[in-house]
């Protein structure tokens, strides 16, 4: 059994732009030297974890790869603060600028940088359903001036994941904001396998850390388990919503590594250092030459992790609405990372 526990850090962003934050500049065609000067706009829908993981080792794989701030690259950081509004100026910015790339991160950052994909080539992560979005045409072909990573939730493995911890469970709460289109394709998914396993399903939404604490409160009073996708709303609001479940002692399933690691109980997922990597790969193909239509979006599905929390584990055999414990064959593997929450 591997154990670990994982420190995310976020990259100090710099001054506020239309309500958003950047910390590089706008786009060169050389160095002193002479050399080739590429400019890549990196935004970033809001802080937190599992965006800020992608973030981290996209730069770090740019400069594995022999690509240098200030030496042969120019990286231009928007945050968007959570504010959808922002996104348009951030990628009026970016045009203007003439960079050569956009890195959107997360669903709603890389529709607002579309519109402007016909003259600026967008490389998109962490986009849960890219052909439901519109984003591209198909996976194996995306058309366009598109491409990227994906990171869709296996929603039939962590439904099984749910039943072999706690087979007892009849009730399943959905919590998500109905505002983001990747959360409603998984919702969507979750609810038809789920009703294939004989699973009730109540679903809950809100808009604002508010509005999810209170159907928070209402869900883990009426179900056995709770599940939320990857919602941009949630995951930041994610250490309260954990506890409230935990509280309640209903397991809370979702749909990240980091959103185990601030409170939630398990997921069956990706390695979002990995997907990182993978999108600055593609964007440096794409610097070098490659049309976006010729290069497959990336679906990471198989030789997942099995991410549990040991500390919400420990509370649920205690305290439990339902039995929850770790199956002997799933101590026994690879795959599986106990971690703790983040104090």
């Keep these: 059994m591997k154990s670990m526990k994982k420190t995310l850090s976020a990259l100090v962003v710099a001054a506020m732009v239309a309500g958003c934050s950047s910390n590089t500049t706008t786009s060169q065609n050389s160095t002193s030297k002479g050399s080739a000067m590429f400019s890549v706009g990196v935004a970033q829908l809001v802080d937190h974890p599992s965006l800020n993981t ?10 594995q790869q022999g690509y240098i701030e200030s030496e042969n690259i120019m990286f231009n950081y928007q945050n968007a603060a959570n504010k959808t509004s922002n996104l348009d100026s951030i990628m009026t910015g970016y045009a203007a600028d003439e960079v050569n790339a956009i890195v959107a ?50 929603v039939e493995q962590i439904i099984d994941m749910m ?31 789920a009703k294939t396993k004989g699973l009730e399903i109540m679903e809950r939404t809100g808009t604002d850390n508010t509005t999810m604490q209170q159907a928070a409160v209402d869900l883990a009073s009426q179900v056995d388990a709770m599940f939320s996708p990857i919602d941009n709303t949630v995951a930041t609001g994610m250490v309260s919503l954990a506890q409230i479940a935990r509280d309640a002692g209903v397991p809370y399933y979702v749909g990240a590594d980091s959103m185990v690691e601030t409170g939630g109980f398990a997921t069956v997922g ?15 193909e794409i610097l070098k030459g490659k049309s976006p239509a010729d290069i497959p979006v990336k679906v990471f599905k198989d030789n997942l992790n099995v991410y549990i929390n040991e500390d919400v584990l420990n509370d649920l055999k205690e305290n439990g609405k339902v039995k929850v414990d770790i199956p002997e064959d799933l101590q026994g593997q690879e795959n599986l990372i106990l971690v703790q929450s983040e104090q």
Excluded: C
């Excluded at 706690?166 to 609810?191: C, D, H, M, W």
């Design 105 to 154: 991160i997360a669903t709603p950052t890389a529709l607002a940088a579309q519109k402007y994909s016909d003259q600026i080539p967008l490389v998109f992560s962490a986009v849960s359903d890219p052909v439901d979005a519109g984003l591209v045409e198909s996976i194996e072909h995306p058309g366009g001036n598109i491409t990227g990573t994906s990171d869709e939730i296996q």
């Design 163 to 193: 039943l072999m911890l706690s087979p007892e469970i009849k009730q399943v709460g959905i919590l998500y904001n109905p505002g983001e289109a990747n959360s409603v394709s998984t919702v969507s998914r979750f609810n038809d396998y």
């Design 54 to 63: 992608i973030r981290e080792s996209m730069m770090d794989e740019f400069e």
């Design 270 to 284: 990706i390695n979002y250092e990995s997907l990182g990597r993978e999108t600055a790969k593609m964007t440096i």
